[in-house]
């Protein structure tokens, strides 16, 4: 599986900014997807997952209520809202598959990461 990810730019404090990721393969559909940040000097963070068939999506607190993951299947395409963008948020962003059960917050259980889009949102 191949991951493309894409949307991410220079936005300010309160903009809206929607990333996409692209996926290679026909077996698009029994992936749970992620998305992952990491800004400069810090770890890797879960940001948002979504279940296979989209039907339960979680998101970190942090991003709660102002970013919505979502999906559609017959595109191979994830995709992250993300609404009242905060400095903070400024990061490069990575979209994930994995084909495991388990906790999808977790890195480790992702089998397949894109290349990253870079966001920035200043103040």
């Known amino acids: 599986v191949q991951l493309q990810a894409s949307g991410g730019g220079l936005v300010q404090a309160g903009d809206s900014l929607r990333l996409s990721c692209a996926a290679s393969?026909?077996?698009?559909?029994?992936?749970?997807m992620g998305w992952f940040r990491q800004a400069p000097e810090k770890e890797r963070e879960f940001v948002a997952y979504i279940t296979w068939n989209g039907g339960a999506t979680i998101s970190a607190d942090s991003v709660k209520g102002r970013f919505t993951m979502s999906r559609d299947n017959e595109k191979n395409t994830v995709y992250l809202q993300m609404n009242s963008v905060k400095p903070e948020d400024t990061a490069v962003y990575y979209c994930?598959?994995?084909?495991?059960?388990?906790?999808?917050?977790?890195?480790?259980?992702?089998?397949?990461w894109g290349q990253g889009t870079q966001v920035t949102v200043s103040s």
């Open positions: 994930a598959a994995s084909t495991r059960a388990g906790l999808a917050t977790t890195s480790a259980l992702y089998d397949y």
């Open positions: 393969g026909r077996t698009f559909s029994r992936y749970i």
